[in-house]
């Protein structure tokens, strides 16, 4: 089986900084593309940031230019940096990750738990 786990989550004032942490582990064969998406309570979840293998990114409008996605394939761990955040970036943040695993013939969508991101105002 293929296990995400997600850590760095936390409060946070509005403006400050967090870093999230995703580590994929199990039965992997190769990783395609990560992401990170996020849910309000009482809202539908939401993508936040997606990065394929090559590091080829995108973003949600509302976190352009605040937020940096990245990756370390040797460590099956994707990261998202969160600067200048606000009140309205509370949310559970779910890691997610396009695992090819050994012995099987496709990609398939794994998540993680998740990690909650309080902005205080």
Do not use: H
Request: net charge positive; aromatic share 10%; with cysteine.
């Amino acid at each position: 089986q293929v296990q995400l786990v997600e850590s760095g989550g936390g409060l946070v004032q509005a403006g400050g900084s967090l870093r999230l942490s995703c580590a994929a582990s199990g039965s992997i064969f190769s990783i395609n593309a990560m992401g990170w998406y996020r849910q309000a309570p009482g809202k539908q979840r939401e993508l936040v940031a997606t990065i394929t293998r090559p590091g080829s990114t995108n973003y949600a409008d509302s976190v352009k230019g605040r937020f940096t996605i990245s990756r370390d394939n040797a460590k099956n761990t994707v990261y998202l940096q969160m600067n200048s955040l606000k009140a309205e970036d509370t949310a559970v943040y779910y890691c997610n990750a396009e695992v090819l695993r050994v012995g099987v013939t496709r990609y398939v969508d794994f998540w993680g738990q998740g990690t909650q991101v309080i902005v205080s105002s």
